[in-house]
Nanobody
């Protein structure tokens, strides 16, 4: 059974920083991609930043230059460093990963979500 466990959300003032972490665990054979999505109240879930096994990364236009995605392969963990946070970044942030395990082909998994609130 593969699980994604997130941490690092919280309340921060505008202009501040937070770092989110997402660790994948279980009978993992391969990780094809990992990324972060967010969903604000009344809005659809959107991609914030993603990493693929080929090493490429991509970002939503709204976070380019402020957010950085990185990964620790040894720990099966992906991070999202968020700087210069704005109130419009307030949302629940979800980790997503496409993973194959000992008993499944490549499957999309989601974390439980972590709240990020940017407010003075």
């Amino acid at each position: 059974q593969v699980q994604l466990v997130e941490s690092g959300g919280g309340l921060v003032q505008p202009g501040g920083s937070l770092r989110l972490s997402c660790r994948a665990s279980g009978n993992i054979v391969g990780i094809y991609s990992m990324g972060w999505y967010r969903q604000a109240p009344g809005k659809e879930r959107e991609l914030v930043a993603g990493w693929s096994a080929g090493g490429s990364t991509n970002y939503a236009d709204s976070v380019k230059g402020r957010f950085t995605i990185s990964r620790d392969n040894a720990k099966n963990t992906v991070y999202l460093q968020m700087n210069t946070l704005k109130p419009e970044d307030t949302a629940i942030y979800y980790c997503n990963a496409r993973i194959s395990s000992s008993n499944t082909y490549a499957t999309d998994y989601w974390g439980q979500g972590t709240q990020v609130t940017v407010s003075s």
